[in-house]
């Protein structure tokens, strides 16, 4: 899988957490109220996610600077569903508070990184290393930006987001597909090895809007085999953000 430089990815995050932010600026008790783009989720329900996860990942990495590592979410998956619940009422100024405190925590957190080996350093996030974490933080805040339906869908994904969700999320294809992703105007990518092949063909954040399980906002997605027109093929469910029992 390739992924971008530290620095890079540092700097992604920084815009990421930008934008989101500027967003959730322009929300009113209202706003917060209304449906987002996920289902029975409401904007709120949003919000608190990602205050949820800019904290929980924050924590991966103070514990990680210990040595130590820690559960992704205090509670597990639990504890992550029932704090989501208990502040996706809350007002467009509570949830303001929370996520630009979150943000602050997440993103001093990775600042805070060496060059090189702080980078590398375990966390129990997908039994991974701290760019694991960084990665996920990045495709949390881009990809919940767009569901918080304020004007910034998956049309405005870079092509090096899209690109590494392609790499990620190649993990939703079924044992027995294999996906030929032809995005306009770039070189074409292949995805699984199964003996059942798919092209999928359109707009670069099309394709990956229909990946991360969004709905792709530019209309050019096309999906053909043998020539012919087909369904697009069912995907697997989103990987696990903790690592599979042994």
Known sequence: MTAPAPADLL????????????????F????????????????????????????????????????????????????????????????????RVDLDAGLERALKAFDALEAGPGWKVPIAYRGGVVLDGGLALWRELVIHTADLGAGLGPETWSRPFCEHLFDFLAARVQPG???VLQPLGLPPR??????????????????????????????????SA???????????????????AK
Request: charged letters at 20%; glycine letters at 12%.
């Open 11 to 26: 700097a992604e995050l920084h815009k990421a957490a930008a934008l989101v932010a500027s967003t959730a600026a322009k």
């Open 28 to 95: 009113t008790d209202e706003d917060v109220k209304a449906p987002s783009a996920l289902p029975g989720w409401t904007r709120g329900h949003v919000l608190a996610h990602l205050a949820g996860i800019t904290n929980a990942m924050a924590r991966q990495l103070e514990y990680a600077a210990r040595g130590e590592t820690v559960e992704l979410y205090d509670g597990g998956m639990d504890g992550r569903n029932k704090a989501i619940g208990m502040a996706a009422g809350h007002s467009a100024d509570a949830h």
């Open 177 to 179: 597909d294999k996906l």
């Open 190 to 223: 292949t995805l699984g090895s199964g003996g059942t092949s798919t092209v999928i063909s359109g707009m670069i954040t099309d394709i990956a809007a229909w990946l991360a399980g969004r709905e792709p906002s530019l209309g050019s997605l096309r999906a």
């Open 226 to 244: 043998a020539a012919d027109g087909v369904d697009l093929p069912e995907l697997l469910p989103w990987p696990a953000g903790t690592p599979a």
